[in-house]
């Protein structure tokens, strides 16, 4: 996967170089890939905003320098992903950080990670001009996205959290692959509680259950706290699960 990160601060994305992900990219699974808007800006101020046409607080992100940085990723892209129409199969993914945009998911996520190119523009003070986001359907699959309800400084932070949710489900890129399949939202249920050693920590200690050998029992048990638990503190996640089921069944 290759995947293309702007920003008027690309260095924020250095930690993207740690853990998995960065082994991921020094084995050749994954290619990150920064960019500096401002190199696309060419007034003597490098200068990506403006002020809101119509009054208000704030400043709007100018929409030339962005569709420059898109194109200049487009060139670098093999193959050309400008050679590709609209609406055809390979043209890269831009996804647009935003309070508006649909909430990344578990599910969106896996979908994601079955992309080959996904390029990302994570947006500052007031927002990137409209126009960025009616012009960029020309050239990519575009989808505006939301890590949740609420208003960051930048969008930086949320591209991080979206590129570790997807990454991490890259074949290869974690050490071991079952873990995807028993980790919370797999399966529209939360991860049951694990331990580890020692059985008995400061007076509190491991299910006996967990200690018994016996794997069927063990398995019936996990099963069971991943609908309690989300029963219990996501009872949205629940009501999912509990529909899903019942549509399974008729």
């Known amino acids: 996967m290759r995947i293309d990160l702007i920003s008027i601060f690309p260095e924020f994305f250095d930690v993207l170089d740690l853990s998995l992900i960065g082994k991921a990219q020094r084995e050749g699974r994954l290619a990150v890939h920064r960019h500096q808007l401002r190199d696309f800006s060419f007034d003597k101020h490098r200068s990506v905003d403006g002020t809101p046409t119509g009054g208000g607080a704030g400043m709007v992100m100018k929409p030339e320098p962005w569709a420059l940085a898109l194109e200049h990723v487009l060139t670098q892209a093999q193959p050309p992903a400008q050679a590709q129409s609209p609406g055809s199969e ?18 969106t996520a896996q979908q994601l990670a079955r992309t080959e190119h996904l390029v990302f523009a994570p947006g500052r003070f007031e927002g990137i001009d409209q126009r960025l986001l009616d012009w960029a359907p020309q050239h990519f699959d575009v989808r505006p996205m939301s890590i949740g309800d609420y208003v960051l400084n930048g969008g930086e932070s949320a591209v991080v959290v979206m590129v570790e949710a997807i990454t991490r489900l890259i074949p290869g890129v974690l050490g071991n692959p079952e873990s995807l399949a028993e980790e919370s939202h797999a399966h529209g249920l939360l991860e049951y509680p694990v331990y580890t050693k020692p059985a008995r920590w400061r007076g509190l200690d491991v299910p006996e259950i967990l200690l018994s050998g016996d794997h069927a029992k063990i398995a019936a048990w996990r099963a069971q706290q991943q609908d309690v638990r989300t029963r219990k503190l996501r009872p949205d996640l629940w009501a999912k699960h509990v529909v899903a089921q019942e549509k399974n069944l008729t």
């Open 90 to 107: 390979g043209r890269p993914t831009l996804i647009i950080p935003t309070p508006a945009g649909e909430v990344l998911t578990q599910h």
